[in-house]
């Protein structure tokens, strides 16, 4: 087995799989990709038959080198790529030869990129999963962030062909967001003029966010607080705080909470929102439950149809 090593570990830079699950009762956050849509189109661009480990870079500035042959790529925010001081294009596999150097600078549209390996980096799990939650110091590599100096141990896979998203499938993440906000189990106590304004009124990402969640910032949402016992957390779900300010939490969120939740976003649009930064404006739509099997159908031919919009290249 080989390896990359880290010359220059970025802003913040954390290894991710598809997540950690099955142990929120010992108090363990679900980790993962913050935008699984991009992670998981590295996988496919790879020609990976189940979803790797790969490294999880924010803002920018990562730079490793390789220490065998193989074949990588990069997908997610607009960083530039170069190997070697060469640009090379995002959504796109490329070799690399033993000795080469990937660098990327920082991004100037969202802000979450995934360098994947053919196969993955090859590091033992902690709780099934290779993904690094900072808070609880858990998986990636005694559960930190990568730094200076680290190996990261991969095999040497070979792939006949090259693959290529075409641009006009890249996503655009300089875009305001519209959240589709599936009603929960505590929407009744919100009236429909609280749920007109909550769907009415344009945020914007505040200052607060990262892996945990996004505290949004725009007109309060004034409510009647309830009692409420502490409660496990989906994925996704809106909580409404008592200065009535939405907060969207995501992957490294607590297992547990006691704010009202009116609902929770699609796990699309909950992606797309990690690639968000301070001032992006967001706005909410309701998607009522019969609306939900549409949308999963929809969600499954999109992922099942886009390798065939794949560009092959030698």
Not at 52 to 68: D, H, K, N, P, Y
Not at 187 to 211: I, M, N
Request: overall charge neutral.
């Amino acid at each position: 087995m080989s390896a990359f090593v880290v010359l220059k570990a970025g802003v913040l830079s954390t290894l991710q799989d598809q997540g950690r699950f099955g142990y929120a009762h010992l108090g363990l956050s679900q980790g993962g990709p913050a935008d699984y849509a991009s992670y998981r189109i590295a996988d496919l661009l790879l020609q990976n038959q189940s979803p790797s480990c790969q490294i999880e870079v924010s803002v920018g500035g990562l730079s490793v080198l390789a220490l065998t042959d193989t074949v990588f790529c990069v997908t997610g925010a607009a960083m530039p790529l170069t190997v070697n001081g060469q640009p090379k294009s995002l959504w796109h596999s490329h070799r690399i030869k033993k000795d080469d150097v990937i660098e990327l600078g920082f991004a100037k549209s969202g802000l979450r990129c995934y360098l994947a390996v053919a196969g993955g980096f090859k590091l033992p799990k902690d709780f099934g999963s290779n993904s690094t939650v900072l808070r609880e110091k858990v998986g990636g590599i005694a559960g930190a962030a990568l730094q200076q100096g680290q190996f990261l141990p991969v095999r040497s896979t070979y792939r006949p062909l090259l693959w290529v998203l075409p641009q006009k499938l890249w996503p655009d993440f300089s875009t305001p967001l519209q959240l589709g906000l599936v009603p929960g189990y505590q929407q009744h106590w919100f009236d429909e003029a609280q749920w007109q304004q909550l769907c009415g009124t344009d945020y914007q990402v505040s200052a607060l966010y990262d892996r945990m969640g996004y505290r949004l910032q725009g007109e309060p949402l004034l409510y009647q607080s309830q009692a409420l016992l502490s409660e496990g957390i989906s994925y996704g779900a809106v909580q409404l705080p008592p200065d009535g300010l939405p907060i969207v939490l995501l992957n490294d969120r607590q297992t547990l909470g006691g704010y009202p939740k009116p609902g929770a976003i699609l796990a699309r649009h909950a992606a797309a929102l990690a690639q968000c930064t301070q001032g992006h404006s967001i706005r909410f739509y309701r998607i009522e439950s019969e609306q939900l099997a549409a949308y999963q159908q929809e969600q499954q031919r999109y992922w099942a149809e886009l390798p065939m919009d794949f560009r092959s290249l030698r």
